[in-house]
């Protein structure tokens, strides 16, 4: 198992909020842009990985009780969606790397993937 701290690290990513969380580890992740895919997995302790960067994918892992998002290909977050990040808990890093580059990387440093 990784922490968010090293995941970070590894894709090259930079924390948005919920700093308080860099220590938790993550032992599965999960890639998707198409949020009802997301909705469909029944996992604690998920890491969520997409290029899908708006209010959705915020709502979508709420809903999921998913408490990590990387966003994919650069993406830049707005400050709304960092807001609602901050209200519900969810830790939100952006990565310059593409989707199958992220799942890669972590995939090769131990993190798991659902299915």
């Known amino acids: 198992m990784k922490t968010i701290k090293e995941i970070a690290e590894i894709i090259d990513g930079k924390v948005l909020c919920c700093h308080e969380k ?3 580890h993550i032992e599965h992740a999960f890639a998707s842009d198409l949020m009802s895919d997301v909705l469909t997995v029944e996992m604690d302790n998920l890491l969520l990985i997409t290029g899908l960067a708006n209010l959705q994918a915020i ?3 709420e809903m999921s009780d998913i408490s990590f ?3 994919a290909r650069n993406k830049k977050i ?3 969606i960092i807001a609602l990040a901050e209200e519900t808990g969810i830790m ?3 990565s310059p790397f593409s989707v199958f580059r992220i799942s890669g990387e972590l995939y090769k440093a131990g993190v798991k993937p659902v299915y």
């Open 22 to 24: 860099s220590d938790r």
């Open 78 to 80: 707005n400050s709304d």
């Open 59 to 61: 709502r979508t892992a």
């Open 92 to 94: 939100l890093i952006e």
């Open 69 to 71: 998002i990387i966003f």
